[in-house]
């Protein structure tokens, strides 16, 4: 989890809206940020803090769903809410089959929108320590060398020491050294945990 407290970013080009919530979510002590539009809210996300955004669907320039795709794109953390006064069932479908946690009709209940984003805030939680945990574990990875790679791709592989020293012409102490080494710089506990990691998508160590 960040050191930094999370934060509500209320998105609507109702200053109504943005009054209300902003009003409701501080009246728990969570930080909060307004913006009447998607570029101005894109300009000042803080990406490396537990965050949810209360969304409106229509924005002026680009769309609160349109917003959800580049949030998609970026990997973002932040977790979603939509509330909409022009919300239809296609609209909803959508947005919730890409992530959203909820897509709320204004008037929408206080309590409820509360619940929903304690719930974003905690899923953000998540999300951002396991961005942070393969970032960490990407660094480890970068720093094997050539051979290590090698013997790392052939454990992955389900190959024994034996059968990795007979393809890398090498012994199979070297081979269990470089196996030792893999753990250390991984930091992990287990070949199990080695393989597991190493095979994570977007890791590229055994590339």
Not at 36 to 60: G, I, N
Not at 91 to 116: M, S
Request: net charge neutral; charged share 30%.
């Amino acid at each position: 989890m960040s050191d930094k407290p999370p934060i509500i970013y209320v998105v609507d080009d109702d200053p109504a809206v943005r009054d209300s919530v902003a009003f409701l979510v501080s009246s728990l002590g969570y930080a909060h940020d307004t913006c009447t539009s998607a570029q101005e809210f894109l300009a000042r996300l803080d990406d490396d803090r537990p965050a949810c955004v209360v969304l409106d669907v229509r924005l002026p320039g680009m769309s609160g769903l349109e917003l959800q795709g580049e949030l998609i794109r970026r990997g973002s953390p932040v977790g979603i809410i939509f509330v909409s006064g022009h919300g239809d069932i296609p609209k909803a479908v959508r947005a919730i089959r890409l992530g959203a946690l909820d897509f709320l009709e204004k008037p929408f209940d206080d309590q409820l929108l509360l619940d929903r984003i304690g719930e974003a805030l905690k899923a953000s939680g998540r999300a951002l320590t396991e961005r942070r945990r393969k970032g960490d574990l990407e660094r480890r990875l970068g720093r094997l060398t050539e051979r290590e790679r090698q013997v790392l791709a052939l454990v992955v592989a389900g190959k024994t020491s034996k059968a990795i020293a007979q393809d890398l012409d090498i012994s199979v102490k070297t081979v269990e050294n470089h196996r030792h080494n893999l753990m250390t710089k991984a930091g992990a506990t287990s070949i199990a945990q080695l393989i597991a990691w190493a095979s994570e998508p977007g890791e590229g160590a055994t590339g």
